[in-house]
């Protein structure tokens, strides 16, 4: 079937130590997306892609990066995780609709940080 | 700026009832897409349900439906006949352009 992968579902790292998470995804979609979600909050958009085109949202840390080299894979790098950037981190896909329709966001079942 | 408000943080319903969970939109732009999502404890998304701007029927998706208030701004999700999986935290969402909005969520819980 076709999907979103997310690997791993968990990640532990140390404080201060680069980690990447990564998603991947056989729908081929244009727009990718991570999210950022915390314990009992809504999913915080972080950046998204739409084929090659990056898009930050303004109140993304620096400390957070993105690659997508080709459709299928993208990957989000954390330089130097701090202990307020445990949380879930969510991929999602999603393709431009036709007419005046919208296309609903597919998503992986997420990435549990934990920083030690 | 787009926002969603969900004014439910929790409900309770028995199995087998009907329950309705309120989403409130706000949106200048008249083409937007409204989506409704269900997570589970063990964190994943599930789609559940899309309404269009220009729908003029309201969407309804097996045991879901929403009931879709234009003038109002609102797109309220009901489920019919709840069962004991469909506990988990809902989140209403708006499609803009590219970009998604979510609201803060209403976590529920059927009783058996």
């Known amino acids: 079937d076709a999907m979103v992968i997310q690997n791993p579902r968990y990640q532990v790292t140390q404080f201060g130590k680069p980690v990447t998470l990564s998603c991947s995804q056989t729908l081929n979609h244009n727009v990718m997306y991570w999210y950022q979600q915390k314990s009992s909050q809504a999913p915080k958009l972080l950046f998204h892609y739409y084929d090659k085109d990056f898009n930050n949202e303004a109140d993304t840390p620096d400390n957070f990066q993105s690659r997508r080299p080709n459709t299928s894979f993208c990957f989000l790098d954390i330089r130097s995780p701090g202990l307020g950037d445990a949380a879930m981190y969510l991929c999602a896909t999603s393709t431009p609709a036709e007419g005046d329709g919208n296309q609903p966001q597919h998503f992986g079942d997420g990435t549990r940080l934990s920083i030690l | 700026a787009q926002k969603i408000t969900q004014t439910q943080p929790g409900m309770f319903v028995q199995e087998k009832e009907a329950v309705t969970l309120d989403c409130t939109y706000d949106?200048?732009?008249?083409?937007?897409?409204l989506f409704w999502y269900k997570q589970p404890s063990s964190g994943e998304m599930i789609f559940l349900i899309y309404?269009?701007?220009?729908?003029?029927q309201n969407a309804t998706e097996g045991r879901y439906s929403l009931n879709f208030q234009k003038a109002r701004k609102s797109a309220n999700l009901v489920i019919s006949a709840s069962q004991l999986g469909d506990s988990a935290m809902y989140f209403c969402a708006m499609d803009y352009g590219q970009n998604f909005v979510f609201g803060p969520g209403t976590r529920l819980s059927v009783l058996p």
């Open positions: 309404q269009g701007s220009y729908d003029q």
């Open positions: 949106t200048s732009d008249p083409s937007y897409g």
